[in-house]
């Protein structure tokens, strides 16, 4: 199977880095521990654990993740380290919305409206030029993340916590939850990713990732203004602690200075979001995260192999609901994909499965995240653990 059909296959977004995360740990023969919601735990060699959560290396710390995640903690810092953002401005669903379009009159039309907490760059409402436009959006976001269209688990917000609520029979937010009116900028719109200190990807994109008009762009890597990596570099500093992140900006133009121009970031997410890349060029995607892996993993004081080709793996699928069944499901699903697939032993009374897999380690890795999210005739696996065999 192409690298092209593979990065075609692994969706939704949300779950991109992570198996492309899973896939890099496989290619360098790795023991992995895959829990539900993409948590992956490589246990300890030559004393050095490696972890990651939806591809976010455990490098990247909690509190900044979660600071990353808060739209208004996000701004904050980045304007206190000189990184200039939009003008923007949170509100509540409860009583804020009045004040929101008042917002929206005095910073002028177009306008943005976004969820002020939870992962970024999504469920972005943009080119917004009348007040209605706002209802609409808001009346999209009153619904619950875990009740909207396309909601999945690999989504997450570490800072909402509150409980939803009802209104007219209606399933709603509670009034406390918070959105953000933002004035729109225009220009080019740039997807920019950092890594341990250094700009390694700028895509210049065709439409927008964060509002589902994106159709591809163009790696212009090397080819912008110095100022521009070093703004980059600046904005993730200014969240002390990620050791990677992906930043959109809007410019005048990539080549000329920012102190010469308009321009502003965005947004600003924790993940690599490498789906992007892959639209462009899927086998540089699969190249950016083995990097990122290997970076981590050198980080932490381990050396890693040259990545293997193909892959053969022995496999512990624990707490199907019916290991015979999901047994010959797993066969059957991996067969289909290209992979070679045998189950060697079954233990029903405790749901697990033994098998052993041989094939493209991009495969291996969609079809562990299938059984993780329960995709493979609804057989859920609650832990794989894949070694070499």
């Known amino acids: 199977m192409s690298s092209e059909t593979l990065s075609q296959k692994i969706a939704p977004h949300e779950e991109f880095d992570g198996v492309l995360a899973l896939r890099a740990l496989l290619r360098a023969g790795l023991d992995v521990e895959v829990y539900p919601r993409q948590v992956v735990y490589a246990p300890a060699r030559n004393g050095v654990d490696l972890s990651f959560v939806h591809g976010i290396p455990g490098s990247s710390g909690l509190g900044p993740v979660t600071y990353a995640q808060d739209k208004r903690m996000q701004r904050g810092l980045l304007e206190r380290h000189g990184v200039p953002v939009p003008r923007s401005a949170t509100f509540t669903m409860g009583r804020g919305i009045s004040g929101a379009k008042r917002f929206a009159r005095k910073v002028g039309y177009p306008v943005l409206v976004k969820p002020a907490v939870g992962d970024n760059g999504i469920e972005t409402f943009r080119n917004i030029r009348s007040s209605g436009g706002i209802d609409a959006a808001l009346d999209y976001l009153r619904t619950p993340p875990s009740e909207r269209p396309g909601f999945s688990r690999a989504a997450y917000g570490l800072t909402e916590l509150r409980e939803p609520g009802e209104e007219n029979g209606r399933i709603v937010v509670p009034p406390g939850y918070m959105f953000m009116v933002e004035k729109q900028l225009e220009g080019t719109y740039l997807r920019v990713l950092v890594s341990d200190g250094e700009v390694r990807s700028i895509i210049q994109c065709e439409g927008v990732p964060t509002d589902e008009s994106f159709i591809g762009g163009t790696e212009i890597l090397g080819q912008t203004h110095p100022s521009l990596n070093e703004l980059a570099l600046r904005a993730v500093a200014a969240l002390p602690g990620l050791s990677l992140a992906a930043i959109d900006f809007v410019v005048e133009n990539p080549v000329r200075p920012v102190d010469e121009q308009d321009l502003g970031v965005v947004e600003l997410s924790e993940r690599p979001a490498l789906w992007v890349q892959a639209r462009v060029d899927p086998t540089w995607a699969e190249q950016l995260a083995e990097d990122l892996v290997r970076r981590y993993a050198t980080a932490e004081g381990h050396s890693l192999p040259e990545p293997r080709p193909s892959v053969s793996v022995t496999l512990e699928a624990h707490a199907l609901p019916d290991a015979t069944e999901g047994g010959q499901a797993i066969v059957e699903a991996a067969t289909a994909r290209g992979l070679q697939a045998e189950v060697t032993d079954v ?25 993780l999210n329960g995709s493979i005739d609804e057989q859920r696996v609650m832990l794989a653990v894949v070694r070499p065999s």
């Open 347 to 371: 233990d029903q009374t405790a749901g697990t499965v033994y098998a052993k897999l041989s094939g493209d380690a991009g495969i291996v890795a969609h079809l562990v995240n299938e059984m």
